[in-house]
């Protein structure tokens, strides 16, 4: 990984690692993080199981709720194949650039546990210190930690790319995509030894084809992608309506099953979605500006204490003094709610907190490099001599 040169400002390392945006792209990001934030505003409680009293099947609102959730899925898609779009053609991966995002995520931790004491919440010393990295021990925010190893990873999956020619390269990620994205999923996650990092893997391949086989400049036009994208949401939402057909005849709960980002649906959505902006190319400050913030919104709304306790204890108590009668306007309350705090907590953090943090981040950074290297040259020569 690239290093921090200490000769150089921290103003003008910033500078020197930001690329050109199209404001079309970043568009897409903020879109995707809205819909992320909005699938997270619905107790889960209410999708997932009858822990809170709700009935299932043909439930009008649970249909509708359980259609908004596959936002989320479908976002995570969209902020992946994205990513991906532009790591396929990067030679090497930044270690400043996973260092400041260990930082982002411990100051929110802090940030998150000083908020969660205020208002009334007492955790363990073990819970605590889990919160305050993440990335390694909370499920909630998986989509980070995976990004950040597929970051690291990626400049060796270039290499794969790289290596093969077209052909190839597309049937790696056609047999990806039949293994996990077809069978494992159909299958109800059973098989081929499947994690979030194969699935992350699996869309890397995936977009790198569509992109470097120019399928994209042959069959991903505006109306085309436009015409995909209806297409296959009509196609989930009928998945939905039967799923809920059935939980209410067998009383099976089979929904849950399909929300997943390896959803084959799901990816030529996101695929779709990168096709539409595609066509079109633009600079613009604020859309950037706050496109800039997405993973921190995530990060700051999606921890596990945010997401599984405060949301889960909102609902609690909409359900105790109001019922769920108009679950629907509730969570979009609750999303008003989540949605203001990331950004402002974002905003905030980007504009006086990460340059410290950033700081801080880089310098440890560089510390362990060093040691990382020299372990590495005393492996290397003893396998070398």
Known sequence: MGGYNKKITYKQFRNKNEIARNSSIELLKIIAIIFVVLSHSIPADAIYSSAININYGLNFQIFVLQNIVNLGQI???????CSAWFLVDSKKAKGEKVATLFGDVFFEGIVTMIIAYIVGYRFSIKYTIKQLIPVIYDDAIWFVSCYILLYIVHPFLNIIID??????????????????????????????????????????????????????????????????????????????????????????????????????????????????????????????????????????????????????????????????????????????????????????????????????????YRKINIIWNKIINIINSKATS
Not at 75 to 81: D, E, P, R
Not at 180 to 204: H, K, M, P, Q, R
Request: proline share 0%; with cysteine; net charge positive.
């Open 75 to 81: 976002a995570n898609c969209i902020f992946l194949v």
């Open 163 to 364: 290596k093969l020619d077209n052909r190839k390269l597309c049937s790696l990620a056609a047999c990806l995509f039949v293994m996990y994205c077809c069978i494992f999923f159909v299958l109800n996650n059973a098989g081929f030894y499947y994690s979030n990092i194969i699935g992350f893997i699996t869309i890397y391949f995936i977009t790198a084809y569509v992109k470097r086989s120019g399928l994209y400049k042959k069959f991903m036009n505006k109306k085309s992608s436009i015409i995909l994208i209806i297409l296959c949401l009509l196609f989930q939402i009928a998945i939905n309506l039967l799923s809920s057909y059935i939980t209410a005849k067998t009383g099976k709960m089979l929904y849950y099953r399909w929300n997943a980002f390896i959803n084959p649906l799901f990816i030529l959505i996101a695929l779709g979605s990168i096709g539409i902006t595609l066509n079109k190319n633009y600079n613009n400050k604020i859309i950037n500006y706050f496109s800039s913030l997405s993973l921190l919104i995530f990060i700051y709304h999606c921890n596990a204490t945010m997401r599984n306790k405060m949301r889960f204890d909102f609902f609690q108590y909409i359900l105790k003094n109001y019922s769920y009668t108009n679950l629907i306007s509730w969570c979009f309350v609750f999303f008003i709610i989540i949605l203001s705090y990331a950004v402002i907590a974002s905003i905030i953090y980007k504009g006086v907190f990460k340059k410290y943090m950033d700081k801080i981040s880089i310098e440890i």
